[in-house]
């Protein structure tokens, strides 16, 4: 049985995926954290146009690419991406601060962010690879994808997941 957060991930990301598809209608995407996830990624049908990259930290998940969004900037990718997908992940990073800057270097000019983070969840770490450090409200994500670089476009708050499309600008 799927939680409350993450019925609200799903939810928001088909709301967002509508929205994109009717605009861009194809692309590259890039799907963080795949954590057993199907190849391409659990939201991969409502993207069916779009050349599917994903993306972990951990090399055993099976991702197309191991690179650690806190960190990490592949010169292969840098304005790459149309569109990344990063749900359900940002908790498990310890230093997410550096995630904003990273997401940046890889999307294109006026590319798409999704991203969100349980709000109202206990704790779930990822062993042995992740802990679970952090809760995000809009007002976290406001405060951390705010400025020059970044439009939010939607943030939906839900008793249980905050889940934000955001535009590189």
């Known amino acids: 049985m799927k939680s409350q957060t993450r019925i609200d991930c799903e939810n928001a990301v088909k709301n967002y995926a ?9 692309g590259n995407l890039m799907y963080v954290g795949v954590a057993g996830d199907p ?12 050349n599917i990259i994903t993306a972990d930290a951990d090399p055993s998940w099976g991702a197309a690419i191991k690179v650690d969004i806190s960190s990490e900037k592949i010169e ?5 991406f149309d569109v990344v997908i990063c749900t359900q992940v940002i908790e498990h990073i310890p230093n997410f601060w550096n995630v904003p800057e990273v997401l940046y270097y890889y999307l ?3 590319g798409y962010l999704i991203i969100d983070c349980p709000f109202s969840y206990k704790y779930h770490a990822e ?8 809760r995000i409200t809009k007002d976290g994500f406001r405060h951390i994808f ?8 939607s943030i939906i708050d839900t008793n249980y997941n905050t889940s934000c499309l955001i535009q590189k600008i």
């Open 146 to 153: 705010q400025g020059e670089k970044f439009k939010i476009l």
């Open 18 to 26: 509508d929205l994109i598809n009717n605009i861009l209608n194809t």
């Open 108 to 110: 294109k000019p006026n």
């Open 39 to 50: 190849p391409g990624g659990e939201y991969s049908p409502m993207f069916a146009n779009f």
């Open 76 to 80: 292969k990718y840098k304005d790459f």
């Open 127 to 134: 062993p042995p690879s992740f802990g679970d450090y952090w």
